[in-house]
C-alpha cells in the first residue's frame, strides 16, 4: 500500500479520532472552536464537534472573498439543454446568496426553519441552497420533476415555512412544468407553506399568484429586487444544514439529516485527500443537486475548498451527443470529474470506439471519479483505455454523505484493481459480518457493516425520527451501521461491494450475488449494460434471470441467439454452472432512477407476476411498459 500516508491516517482516525479529526478541523473557520471532537456521550447517537460554532456559507463563500479568491470563478454553468453559459465567480455568488438570503429573512425564515428546494440544474439552486445555510435555515432539496405524491410527502415531513421552486426543468426532448406538479403537491399535504417562490424560466413561464391560497406566491425576481443581503447566522456544529430524503419504497420517505460541523470538516477533508482537488482547481461533477452526490460534491465539498464547480444541465448523451463530457471538460479546463458509471455506459453505448474525444482538449483532466452503483470491470477499461487516465470507483450512501471507501488519490494513490474501490476511508471502521455477527475472514462474503462511530459528515439519526434511524441501520449487529450491502475484503484490504444484500439470489440453497453474475455477462463484448434479477423457481426457489441491452451497431434481431447461447457459457464459466442462466432477454433500455441505479426490485416483483413497487424517482416510467411483456412472459 505505497510508502505508508493512508496507512498511519487510517489507524489514526480509528485508534485516536479526536486527534485525527480535530487536526481536519482546522481547515474550517469556526466562530467558537469545537471544546470537544468526538462526543459519545450518548450512544449509538453520536456528534461531532459538540459545542464548536460555525456558519457553513461563511466558510463557502465569504472566507474565500476576504482572502482574495472573489475574482475566481466559484461556479460555471453550462446548460446544453438551454444554450446557456454563465461563470459566476466567489464575489459574485457571494453577493446573489446574500441578497437571496435576505430575501428569505424578509418572508420569515430564521434559524432551524425548513426550506424545501424543488428546482433543475440551475445556479438559483445553488444560491438558494446556501442562502439557507447563511441563516441556518435547513433546506431539503426535492429532484426537480419529482411527482406530486412524492414531493407531498417530503413536504409533510419536513414542514417547510418556504418552497423555492423554478417554473420548468428542460430535458433534451421536452420541457417538465414544475409548477403544475407543485400546486398538486400542496393539494395532497396536510402541511402548507407560508410562501412559495417561483423563480420564472423563459421555457415555460408558471401562473404565479392566480390560484386561491392559503399561502403567497411570489416572484424571484421581484422578491430579490427589493431584498436587502443578510450576514451570515451563528449555528452550532451538531445543528442541522440539511435533510435528503431517500426513496423508501413504502411508508414515509426517510429523511436524511446532515449537520454544520461534522459535514463541512469531511467534506473538506474529502476534497483534497480523496480527489485531488485543491483550491482554484476545477472539478465537474455530472450529477444533479436532488442527489446526495450533487449536495456534496456540486455545490458544498467544492466551495468549501475554494475551487471551482461546473453545473451541468445536461446529460451525458444527447445534448447533443456522446461529446457533451468531452467538451465541457476542454472548455473548463476540468482537472478531475466525477459521475455515475451509467453515464459512462450510455456515453460507450452511443461512440464504442471514442471517435467523438478527437477534436476536444482533454489534456487538464487528470482522473476520473464514478460512484453511484457498480463499476463493471467492461466500462473501466473502456474508459481507462479511451481517455487514458485513472478511472476511480468509489463507494458511499446518501446516508454516508462522502466515501466509505475510495482510492485516495490525494492522500496517497494505489493501484486500481477492476472491480473493487479500493480501501476503507479514514474514520470508516468497515467489517464482514457474518450470520450472528461474526467477523469473517479475507475472501468471504458476508454484510458490510461500519463500526460505530460513523465519521463526520455521516447521518447523526433521520428526520423526527431517532427510533427509526436505529431499528433501521443500528440494529442488526450491535456497535455497527448496516450499510445494507454485501461484499467482501480481499487479502490486501481491498473493498469488493457484490450488490444489496436484497440482490442476492438463492439457488437451490446457493447464495449468489447478482453482481458477479452481471459482471460475467458485462464482459460480453456485445454487452453494453445488463441487469440479473432472481425469479421464483418452485423447484431451485429462485433462478437468475438476465435482461441486457447491447451496443450500437450490434444487430439484436440477426446475432441475438449466439449472443443468448455465448452469455450463457460466459456466466457458467466465471460463475459456475449453480449459476444456470436459463433465461437472456435482450432489451432495448433498463429501467433507472435519475441517478442511474437499475431498479432490480421492481423488475423481480413484475417477473413474479407480483404489483411492482415503482419509486417516483424513476427515471422514464415507459421503459417498463416495454418490458412488462418481456418480464411477465413465461420462460
Given at each position: 500500500m505505497g510508502n505508508g500516508d493512508y496507512r498511519a491516517a487510517y489507524r489514526q482516525s480509528l485508534e485516536d479520532p479526536?486527534?485525527?479529526?480535530?487536526?481536519?478541523?482546522?481547515?474550517?473557520?469556526?466562530?467558537?472552536?469545537?471544546?470537544?471532537?468526538?462526543?459519545?456521550?450518548?450512544?449509538?447517537?453520536y456528534r461531532w464537534f459538540t459545542g464548536g460554532t460555525l456558519n457553513t456559507c461563511f466558510n463557502a463563500l465569504d472566507r474565500h472573498v476576504a482572502a482574495g479568491r472573489g475574482d475566481q470563478p466559484a461556479l460555471h454553468y453550462d446548460s446544453p439543454v438551454t444554450d446557456t453559459h454563465q461563470t459566476i465567480t466567489y464575489a459574485?455568488?457571494?453577493?446573489?446568496?446574500?441578497?437571496?438570503?435576505?430575501?428569505?429573512?424578509?418572508?420569515?425564515?430564521?434559524?432551524?426553519?425548513?426550506?424545501?428546494?424543488?428546482?433543475?440544474?440551475?445556479?438559483e439552486a445553488v444560491v438558494a441552497m446556501l442562502a439557507c445555510a447563511r441563516l441556518g435555515a435547513v433546506h431539503s432539496v426535492v429532484f426537480g420533476g419529482f411527482a406530486p405524491a412524492e414531493l407531498a410527502a417530503r413536504v409533510e415531513d419536513a414542514k417547510p415555512v418556504v418552497i423555492v421552486a423554478a417554473s420548468c426543468g428542460v430535458e433534451p426532448t421536452r420541457v417538465v412544468e414544475y409548477k403544475p406538479l407543485l400546486d398538486a403537491a400542496l393539494d395532497r399535504s396536510t402541511h402548507k407553506p407560508e410562501s412559495v417562490i417561483v423563480l420564472q424560466r423563459e421555457q415555460a413561464r408558471a401562473a404565479v399568484g392566480e390560484r386561491d391560497t392559503d399561502w403567497e406566491e411570489l416572484d424571484w425576481d421581484e422578491l430579490v429586487a427589493d431584498a436587502e443581503p443578510a450576514d451570515?447566522?451563528?449555528?452550532?456544529?451538531?445543528?442541522?444544514?440539511?435533510?435528503?430524503?431517500?426513496?423508501?419504497?413504502?411508508?414515509?420517505?426517510?429523511?436524511?439529516?446532515?449537520?454544520?460541523?461534522?459535514?463541512?470538516?469531511?467534506?473538506?477533508?474529502?476534497?483534497?485527500?480523496?480527489?485531488?482537488?485543491?483550491?482554484?482547481?476545477?472539478?465537474?461533477?455530472?450529477?444533479?443537486?436532488?442527489?446526495?452526490?450533487?449536495?456534496?460534491?456540486?455545490?458544498?465539498?467544492?466551495?468549501?475548498?475554494?475551487?471551482t464547480t461546473v453545473l451541468y444541465e445536461g446529460k451525458p448523451v444527447g445534448t447533443p451527443d456522446a461529446s457533451a463530457f468531452w467538451k465541457v471538460i476542454a472548455d473548463h479546463g476540468v482537472k478531475a470529474m466525477f459521475t455515475a458509471p451509467t453515464a459512462?455506459?450510455?456515453?460507450?453505448?452511443?461512440?464504442?470506439?471514442?471517435?467523438?474525444?478527437?477534436?476536444?482538449?482533454?489534456?487538464?483532466?487528470?482522473?476520473?471519479?464514478?460512484?453511484?452503483?457498480?463499476?463493471?470491470?467492461?466500462?473501466?477499461?473502456?474508459?481507462?483505455?479511451?481517455?487514458?487516465?485513472?478511472?476511480v470507483d468509489n463507494w458511499w450512501q446518501t446516508e454516508t454523505g462522502w466515501p466509505i471507501a475510495a482510492n485516495l488519490r490525494g492522500l496517497e494513490p494505489m493501484p486500481i484493481k477492476?472491480?473493487?474501490?479500493?480501501?476503507?476511508?479514514?474514520?470508516?471502521?468497515?467489517?464482514?459480518?457474518?450470520?450472528?455477527?461474526?467477523?469473517?475472514?479475507a475472501g468471504e462474503e458476508g454484510a458490510i457493516c461500519i463500526r460505530l462511530p460513523l465519521p463526520p459528515g455521516t447521518l447523526p439519526t433521520l428526520w423526527g425520527d431517532d427510533d427509526r434511524f436505529v431499528s433501521g441501520y443500528l440494529s442488526a449487529f450491535d456497535g455497527y451501521y448496516l450499510t445494507g450491502d454485501g461484499g467482501l475484503v480481499d487479502e490486501d484490504g481491498y473493498l469488493y461491494?457484490?450488490?444489496?444484500?436484497?440482490?442476492?439470489l438463492n439457488v437451490a440453497g446457493h447464495r449468489l450475488s447478482t453482481g458477479s453474475i452481471e459482471a460475467a455477462l458485462a464482459g460480453h463484448p456485445a454487452v453494453a449494460e445488463c441487469a440479473v434479477i432472481g425469479v421464483h423457481d418452485d423447484l431451485k426457489g429462485q433462478v437468475p434471470r438476465a435482461l441486457v441491452v447491447l451496443k450500437a451497431g450490434v444487430d439484436g434481431a440477426a446475432d441475438g441467439e449466439r449472443i443468448r447461447t455465448e452469455l450463457k457459457q460466459r456466466v457458467r464459466d466465471e460463475v459456475g454452472?449453480?449459476?444456470?442462466?436459463?433465461?437472456?432477454?435482450?432489451?432495448?433500455?433498463?429501467?433507472?432512477?435519475?441517478?442511474?441505479?437499475i431498479l432490480r426490485k421492481t423488475m423481480r416483483e413484475m417477473a413474479d407476476g407480483k404489483v411492482p413497487t415503482?419509486?417516483?424517482?424513476?427515471e422514464d416510467a415507459s421503459v417498463l411498459e416495454t418490458l412488462g411483456p418481456v418480464l411477465s412472459s413465461p420462460a
Open positions: 479526536e486527534a485525527f479529526w480535530g487536526r481536519a478541523a482546522e481547515a474550517i473557520d469556526w466562530i467558537t472552536p469545537p471544546p470537544r471532537v468526538l462526543d459519545d456521550d450518548r450512544p449509538p447517537f459574485a455568488l457571494l453577493d446573489r446568496v446574500a441578497t437571496f438570503a435576505g430575501a428569505l429573512a424578509s418572508l420569515g425564515v430564521e434559524k432551524g426553519d425548513r426550506v424545501v428546494i424543488y428546482m433543475p440544474m440551475v445556479p451570515c447566522v451563528e449555528v452550532g456544529a451538531t445543528d442541522p444544514l440539511y435533510i435528503l430524503y431517500t426513496s423508501g419504497t413504502t411508508g414515509r420517505p426517510k429523511g436524511i439529516v446532515r449537520d454544520n460541523g461534522g459535514h463541512a470538516v469531511a467534506l473538506r477533508w474529502s476534497m483534497g485527500n480523496i480527489y485531488g482537488i485543491g483550491p482554484g482547481d476545477t472539478w465537474f461533477t455530472a450529477s444533479d443537486v436532488g442527489w446526495v452526490v450533487g449536495h456534496s460534491y456540486i455545490v458544498y465539498a467544492p466551495l468549501l475548498t475554494g475551487a459512462y455506459r450510455a456515453i460507450k453505448r452511443d461512440d464504442p470506439e471514442g471517435e467523438l474525444m478527437k477534436g476536444h482538449d482533454l489534456s487538464s483532466l487528470e482522473t476520473v471519479f464514478l460512484a453511484g452503483e457498480r463499476l463493471d470491470p467492461d466500462t473501466y477499461a473502456w474508459a481507462t483505455e479511451r481517455l487514458g487516465v485513472p478511472v477492476p472491480g473493487s474501490p479500493t480501501v476503507p476511508a479514514p474514520g470508516f471502521d468497515v467489517r464482514i459480518l457474518g450470520e450472528g455477527g461474526r467477523e469473517l475472514g461491494v457484490m450488490g444489496r444484500t436484497d440482490d442476492v454452472a449453480i449459476a444456470s442462466l436459463q433465461r437472456v432477454d435482450v432489451v432495448t433500455a433498463l429501467p433507472k432512477t435519475r441517478s442511474g441505479k415503482v419509486p417516483g424517482t424513476i
